[in-house]
């Protein structure tokens, strides 16, 4: 994975879980903030801290916005603030600008000025949430990159019988890398296994058969 360097504007609690985890993850993260204490609190989490105020656009040019591959304006409450950092980034040349909006109309208005994605935290926390206990039987799901990922799966009444009759690998694509009973994990399990009612199922593939997989259980 080639590492990033990314500029996160804003250090509240969003805009610094994404520097600090950008950083564990290898990235070249340059985080700021007009609040002394906020850069304190990061300066030794990430590659670089300081105090700044990205509603001047002779600050963000003195940074190099443009040079950075990810601008995240992570600017909370202050909408006027997000706003401005999101214009000057844009038009001081920044490629990808992410922008936190707290409400929709602040997202429909950091869209006109130029984010490239605006995301809204908690709701979007929420829809994730609701489709979490729309579909129980998807316990968990780990994105793996490059399309794959990796899918805990509770059996139903249609994932009974042996794992050779269920053949889920050619059926759907997936490929059953474990299962989980009752605490006890058995890692590829064999292809004589029978499950039983609340097994769980770790299983590996791509977004489309996982999709046809989510299909075909709650269908």
Do not use: W
Not at 32 to 57: S, W
Not at 60 to 79: E, H, N, P, Y
Request: charged share 25%; glycine share 8%.
């Amino acid at each position: 994975m080639k590492a990033k360097q990314c500029l996160v504007i804003g250090l509240g609690r969003f805009g610094t879980a994404v520097a600090t985890t950008l950083y564990e993850m290898g990235h070249e993260v340059v985080a700021v903030d007009q609040k002394e204490e906020n850069v304190e609190r990061v300066l030794n989490l990430v590659t670089h801290a300081a105090i700044l105020d990205a509603t001047e656009e002779r600050a963000l040019r003195s940074i190099g916005v443009a040079d950075f591959d990810v601008v995240i304006v992570g600017i909370g409450t202050d909408v006027q603030a997000n706003i401005l950092a999101t214009m000057n980034a844009k038009s001081l040349g920044a490629k990808y600008v992410v922008c936190k909006a707290i409400d929709e109309m602040a997202r429909r208005v950091l869209e006109r000025v130029g984010a490239d994605l605006v995301i809204r935290p908690e709701h979007d926390m929420g829809v994730r949430l609701a489709r979490q206990i729309a579909t129980p039987n998807i316990v968990d799901t780990l994105d793996l990159g490059g399309d794959y990922a990796i899918v805990d799966i509770e059996a139903n009444e249609r994932l009974r019988g042996t794992l050779k009759d269920l053949n889920l690998s050619n059926r759907f694509g997936v490929q059953v890398i474990a299962i989980n009973r009752s605490g006890r994990i058995e890692i590829t399990p064999r292809a004589e296994e029978e499950l039983r009612p609340h097994d769980k199922l770790v299983l590996i593939g791509t977004s489309h058969s996982i999709d046809e997989l989510r299909r075909f259980l709650g269908s």
